[in-house]
Every structure is written in C-alpha cells, then in structure tokens.
C-alpha cells in the first residue's frame, strides 16, 4: 500500500502540489483524474521519485521512505511508466525491457514468459529498435519494462495517450489482470474518462495542485465525477 500525506512539490519558485494526501490499495486501481495542468503527472514524478519532492511524507508498505532517490525507490518496489513512454530509441526491444535488471538482483535478470503472453508483439519484435516501433508498440514496451522490475507500487502516467482503439483494449486487460494478481497497487493518471471509470476502483480527483475529491468507486457517481473533472 502507497500512503502519502501532506505531499508538497515547486518548480524552482511555483509551487505545483499543495499537500496532497491519499492512498492506493494493494489489489486496487487508483485513478487521478482532473483537467490539464493541476498537477497529476507531477504527483507521479514526485512519487517516482523523477522530481523531488518539497515536504510531506511517503510510505509503501509501512516504511517510510524519505527522500530517496528515483533508482532507489525502483529498487524498492516503485514502477513508473511515464507520460510519452520514455524508452530507449536506439536500442532493441529486448535491450529495452533488460534496462529494468537494474533493480532486481541477478539470479532475476530474465524476461518472464507473462510479459510475451500478455504482449505478443514484443516477442516478435525482439530485435527491433524501440523507435522504430509504432506509439501503442511502444507503449507496450514501457508497460512490459515496467512490469519486469517487479513493482509494488505500479504508476502509469496517460497510458491510452495517442494509443489506437484495439491497442487501449489491450492495456485495459492488462491492467486488470495486474489489479487482479492482488500483489500490487496501481496508480493511474488518465484523461479517456470512459477508460479511467471502468478501471477504477478508487478515484483521486485533483484541482489546482490540491485534492479536491477522493473516493471509493461506490461513494462517488458518475454524474459527481464527470462534473468535478470538467471544471
């Protein structure tokens, strides 16, 4: 379980995140939802670690866990898959997913058979250069990365971002499979409200840096969500 109290971040002088506090379930998808610019992507780059935080307190599992550094949060259990996928255009796919050896000790440096299972594609493509794949390619490839490092904590930034219908289908399942393996909790920034409503089972809506509505997916109706994430 992700806990995070009173969490503060600024860009040099602007203050972006303004004691924000919530909780995401192991077993559960938590979804941020709220308009462009309050925030969302950068509570994920403050959970990651990407970009540190300016106050408040962090805990996965019980343990507090300061301020430490992206690679060390990784090694902890904190999986990001960030806003434009991130990876590494000049080398394979296979070289690509291998990055994520990095957190896991070296008796564990291999691709399990789950990643080629619920993304066939990558198998297929092992040889080829992550840039020449397409975006949904591409986003399969973070997700799979991500997956491999054996997360806790999975945190996924827009992943249905300019991603063609049948591959957001596939990322759907995905993410529910994930959610229904019980051993980690998600947490999902997303725009596509039909896809962000059917994951959820808890929703963080955000507005101008601050929470402004949180909630189990049974506390709160359709009609309140769509109304709190298009003011």
């Known amino acids: 379980m992700l806990k995070i109290d009173n969490l503060t971040l600024h860009y040099g002088s602007s203050q972006i995140?303004?004691?924000?506090?919530?909780?995401a379930q192991t077993g559960?998808?938590?979804c941020v939802m709220g308009?462009?610019?309050?925030?969302?992507?950068?509570?994920?780059k403050a959970i990651s670690g990407t970009h540190v935080r300016s106050g408040g307190?962090?805990?996965?599992?019980?343990?507090?866990?300061?301020?430490l550094p992206a690679h060390l949060l990784a090694k902890k259990g904190i999986g990001y898959v960030p806003q434009g996928r991130m990876i590494f255009p000049l080398l394979t796919v296979q070289e690509n997913m291998e990055t994520a050896y990095a957190c896991l000790p070296r008796s564990e440096h291999v691709i399990p058979d789950e990643i080629y299972e619920l993304f066939p594609i990558l198998k297929e493509f092992l040889h080829r250069r992550g840039g020449d794949l397409s975006g949904g390619q591409q986003q399969q490839l973070a997700i799979a990365r991500a997956m491999i490092t054996k997360p806790k904590l999975l945190l996924l930034d827009e992943p249905t971002?300019?991603?063609?219908p049948n591959i957001i289908q596939q990322i759907g399942r995905v993410i529910e499979y994930l959610?229904?393996?019980?051993?980690?909790?998600?947490?999902?920034?997303?725009?596509?409200?039909?896809?962000a409503y059917g994951l959820a089972d808890d929703f963080v809506v955000m507005r101008r840096g601050s929470v402004l509505k949180s909630g189990a997916k049974s506390e709160v109706t359709r009609d309140e969500l769509v109304e709190a994430v298009s003011v």
Do not use: C, H, P, W
Request: net charge negative; glycine share 14%; proline share 0%.
């Open 57 to 67: 307190t962090m805990e996965l599992d019980g343990e507090d866990l300061g301020r």
């Open 17 to 23: 995140l303004n004691g924000v506090s919530l909780e």
């Open 28 to 30: 559960k998808v938590t």
């Open 161 to 164: 971002e300019g991603i063609q």
């Open 35 to 44: 308009t462009n610019g309050v925030g969302k992507t950068s509570l994920l």
């Open 179 to 195: 959610r229904d393996q019980g051993n980690m909790a998600i947490v999902l920034v997303e725009q596509y409200f039909d896809f």
